[in-house]
């Protein structure tokens, strides 16, 4: 006996293919933007805070020297006042360089840190969006394939049914059921 499928409409299908192109059309973006993101915080990290640190250091020392000169330029000239106040100076300058060489540490820190955990979600990201531009923009192109097909077996009669397409042979080898013409012995 000769089975036949009873196809009346493909609106689902064609609906689940009309949602995968939405879902596609938003994806793609957002792990774009995430990636774009990570190489924005990487450059931040290595190039804008490392540059800035490195300034500040720097300025710092400056005082710090300014500090000191000033602390034995009061020291030449005995003033006792003056004296306290310049150590003062002198010792907030080294806290500041102190501070700023922390910040540093910290800076270098941090950029090992962002290597080690976000590269390997960086490369599942890049994975992910390599399938979602070629292996789901293919599922896309197969959906179409397999509306069409559908489409014209539900309009074609039983009698004058074609003989199937590539695509078509691969919806009935997915279903399992094979092509009545091609499993019917002729005689």
């Known amino acids: 006996m000769e089975q036949q499928a009873k196809v009346t409409s493909v609106d689902a299908l064609e609906n689940f293919r009309a949602s995968l192109i939405l879902f596609l059309s938003k994806a793609k973006p957002a792990l774009e933007e995430v990636m774009h993101e990570v190489v924005r915080t990487r450059l931040w990290i290595e190039n804008e805070q490392r540059t800035h ?6 300025t710092r020392r400056q005082k710090l020297e300014q500090a000191q000169a000033e602390l034995f330029s009061a020291r030449i000239s005995k003033i006792q006042e003056a004296s ?10 080294q806290r500041a360089i102190h501070a700023a060489e922390e910040k540093m540490r910290m800076l270098k820190k941090w950029n090992r840190e962002l290597e080690n955990r976000a590269d390997p979600l960086v490369k599942q990201i890049e994975q992910l969006h ?14 179409a394939e397999a509306v069409k097909i559908l489409q014209s077996y ?34």
């Open 154 to 187: 539900a309009e074609v009669s039983i009698g004058t049914r074609p003989a199937p397409t590539p695509a078509a042979a691969e919806i009935e080898n997915l279903s399992g059921t094979e092509s009545t013409e091609s499993t019917t012995p002729k005689s």
């Open 130 to 143: 390599g399938f979602l531009t070629s292996d789901m923009a293919r599922a896309v192109a197969f959906l």
């Open 84 to 93: 306290a106040a310049q150590q003062m100076a002198v010792q907030h300058a």
């Open 53 to 58: 640190w490195e300034r500040e250091i720097k």
